[in-house]
């Protein structure tokens, strides 16, 4: 999906809080939630099974949380709770008053949670910034990697994702752009296999990634080509679902009904629908062979989506290896 004009953002309830241009320096990028994604009942018993998973925890220092947004920028509760999970002593004050202590604070609790969780810092999902600017979405994602890692049976609901707007601040404007953004694994997430032939290849190959993108352009150029389509972009157009849909229609000889699907996705949710749909039909016909998250192609991840296509390539073009080269010859 190509980002949208800020026009349309600003139809949004003001709820939405969308920035005026100057908040953001050119360059910078900011995540807003809007009301809907707030208001989703998943979303909702999230941040309600980790405010009772708190409480309950911090429940002999009699700490209570009422809110994960504004209760938990200052690095306080994160500091007893951190040192409570993990039966360590951090070196940080107890009571900080001012912004910079504050500050201070959530620094030294980050970064001893980094390091337990073996994280750095490009890694994390939050930041010191993110955090001490009550920013949500970093918060949940802190809270539920420390969920996972010391209370790894707190029921979390699974398959938790919300509808996010990024805005970039360009030369030429504000850039908007609607993700998925997932914060729990879905329930099926957890039997996957931890590596596979893409893996390998953008770890130890990232030079013939493009070689094996071009060869897929080109069998789907072919494949498309009755129905006056062309793809240019692998990374981008298979993002809504609706070109992998007819792809699979030709190469499968399926005839989708127009109220299958959306032909015009005007929305991740409805871009989910497609390409939900297209992976139900390929693990019908068995063609799958590594589970694939549809929030991933909605998202635009090359690797998942060169997993899809590949399985079809396979299929009905298997004439090279995943590397490239001609089958046959040794990769």
């Known amino acids: 999906m190509e980002p949208e004009a800020l026009y349309n953002l600003l139809q949004l309830p003001r709820a ?24 989703d009942p998943k979303f909702e018993e999230l941040q309600k099974v980790l405010m009772e998973w708190i409480n309950a925890t911090l429940l002999p220092e009699h700490i209570v949380v009422r809110s994960l947004e504004e209760d938990m920028f ?3 509760i994160l500091h ?5 999970l993990a039966a360590l002593k951090l070196e940080a004050q107890d009571i900080a008053l001012t912004a910079t202590s504050q500050r201070h604070k959530l620094q030294v609790v980050l970064e001893a949670v980094n390091r337990s969780l073996q994280l750095q810092e490009p890694q994390a999902k939050w930041s010191v910034d993110t955090i001490f600017n009550k920013d949500l979405l970093a918060t949940l994602h802190l ?9 790894p049976n707190l029921p979390l609901p699974t398959g938790v994702q919300v509808e996010v707007i990024t805005i970039e601040s360009t030369k030429s ?8 953004e997932r914060l729990t694994e879905s329930s099926t997430d957890k039997d996957q296999p931890s590596k596979d032939v893409f893996d390998e290849l953008f770890k130890l190959a ?87 998250s549809p929030e991933d192609i909605v998202n635009k991840d090359a690797k998942s989506t060169l997993r899809v ?13 995943v590397d490239g080269t001609p089958r046959g010859t040794p990769s």
């Open 143 to 151: 809270l539920v990697a420390l969920a996972k890692r010391f209370q």
């Open 173 to 180: 404007g504000l850039k908007s752009e609607k993700l998925l």
């Open 206 to 292: 990232p030079e013939k990634v493009t070689a094996v993108k071009e060869a897929i352009v080109s069998f789907v150029n072919q494949k498309l080509d009755c129905l006056g389509l062309s793809v240019q972009s692998l990374d981008t157009q298979f993002a809504d679902g609706v070109i992998l849909l007819l792809l699979i229609g030709q190469l499968e000889g399926f005839f989708l009904h127009l109220k299958e699907f959306h032909l015009t996705p005007n929305s991740p949710a409805e871009m989910l629908h497609n390409v939900t749909l297209a992976l139900e039909l390929l693990k019908d016909e068995g063609l799958l062979s590594y589970p694939v």
């Open 80 to 84: 007893h709770l951190f040192q409570k």
């Open 16 to 39: 939405a809080n969308l920035p005026v241009e100057e908040e953001i320096p050119q360059g910078g990028k900011k995540k807003y939630l809007p009301p809907t994604s707030r208001k």
């Open 309 to 321: 296509l590949y399985s079809l390539f396979c299929k009905h073009k298997l004439k090279v290896n």
């Open 74 to 76: 200052d690095g306080l």
